[in-house]
């Protein structure tokens, strides 16, 4: 007899469309071979590799705590490129001077600009920026191979469906970044020195706040607590589910998932634009907390005098 697992395992990736071995084979030759040429890269310190371990092993608690098995994905975060700012912006276009790391949809490298500030980066921005893109790397990646053209396109990532929830996908894996480190960090030798600088570094904080802010609008509506809330959205990252959009729906209105849904790139973390469509969106829906908040954040513009990490344990 089978005995089902306590914790499913999760595999890396979910393929979709010509899911035949060679095609399969040739999308792993691709992602393998797909580099950024002539990067000058970095050896981080053995004594800050193992801090890499131990936020890997965090990661594992966080997926056992949720009811997952996340070995597989956490055996692919293997791909760390360590790079100066100046190389980055030369070798790679898309790559913008205020960057401090990516997770690449090309080959699912990571890469950390070790001087994103101009001077050398501490390990605790370190390790905040490479927890945030490993969250990324263990989210659920939805792979779409094409037969006839031989491409295959990620047609879903954590909460992001291509282009659109990407503010949501952004706010959940920081909110949930922030929340592995206070929970998870403390347990292990080399992380737990780092915990408080992840109360003073926030990651798209603009994504960040407005989320952090329609979640208390779903507290009040919903009677369910923030910290539920939180973890359905983080199953949605590991999984690919839509409960955190069935919440908004429910609760807040299909207006609202219009809002989130934005497909306009260019407007993805423009605060001024986001701000000003919510705060009308929310005085037409009579989501009063909701535009509190948002006015709030106008005045103040620094998440970390709204967010209470203490919250989201
Ligand atoms: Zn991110």
Do not use: H, M
């Given at each position: 007899m089978i005995k089902a697992s306590a914790h499913p395992t999760l595999e890396n990736f979910t393929f979709k469309g010509a899911t035949d071995k060679r095609f399969l084979n040739g999308f792993y030759r691709y992602i393998r071979s797909k580099v950024i040429t002539d990067l000058h890269i970095f050896i981080p310190p053995q004594?800050?590799?193992?801090?890499?371990?131990?936020?890997?092993?965090?990661?594992?608690?966080?997926?056992?705590?949720?009811?997952?098995?996340?070995?597989?994905?956490?055996?692919?975060?293997?791909?760390?490129?360590?790079?100066?700012?100046?190389?980055?912006?030369?070798?790679?276009?898309?790559?913008?001077?205020?960057?401090r790391s990516v997770f690449s949809q090309d080959n699912f490298k990571i890469y950390i600009s070790v001087d994103a500030t101009g001077s050398f980066r501490t390990n605790d921005s370190l390790a905040h920026s490479i927890n945030h893109e490993f969250i990324h790397g263990i989210s659920?990646?939805?792979?779409?191979?094409?037969?006839?053209?031989?491409?295959?396109i990620v047609t879903k990532l954590g909460i992001r469906r291509k282009n659109r929830f990407f503010i949501l996908n952004e706010a959940v894996t920081e909110l949930t970044n922030i929340y592995v480190i206070n929970k998870f960090w403390p347990r292990f030798k080399n992380t737990k020195s780092l915990v408080n600088f992840a109360n003073r570094e926030i990651s798209a904080p603009n994504a960040v706040f407005l989320v952090n802010a329609m979640f208390e609008e779903l507290v009040k509506r919903s009677h369910l607590s923030y910290k539920d809330i939180l973890r359905k959205a983080q199953v949605d990252l590991l999984t690919?589910?839509?409960?955190?959009?069935?919440?908004?729906?429910?609760?807040?209105?299909?207006?609202?998932?219009?809002?989130?849904?934005?497909?306009?790139?260019?407007?993805?973390?423009?605060?001024?634009?986001?701000?000003?469509?919510?705060?009308?969106?929310?005085?037409?829906?009579?989501?009063?907390?909701?535009?509190?908040?948002?006015?709030?954040?106008?005045?103040?513009?620094?998440?970390?005098?709204?967010?209470?990490?203490?919250?989201?344990?």
């Open positions: 004594q800050f590799q193992n801090t890499v371990e131990d936020i890997k092993k965090a990661l594992y608690l966080f997926g056992i705590d949720l009811g997952y098995d996340l070995t597989p994905r956490i055996l692919f975060l293997n791909r760390l490129v360590f790079a100066k700012k100046a190389d980055l912006l030369k070798k790679d276009s898309t790559w913008k001077d205020d960057y659920y990646k939805e792979i779409y191979i094409s037969q006839n053209n031989k491409e295959w690919g589910s839509q409960n955190t959009l069935s919440l908004i729906s429910r609760f807040l209105g299909k207006d609202f998932i219009e809002v989130l849904s934005s497909s306009e790139e260019s407007k993805k973390y423009d605060v001024i634009f986001n701000l000003n469509f919510l705060v009308e969106k929310s005085r037409r829906l009579k989501l009063v907390y909701f535009e509190k908040q948002l006015n709030n954040y106008k005045l103040s513009s620094d998440v970390k005098d709204i967010l209470d990490p203490t919250r989201l344990l």
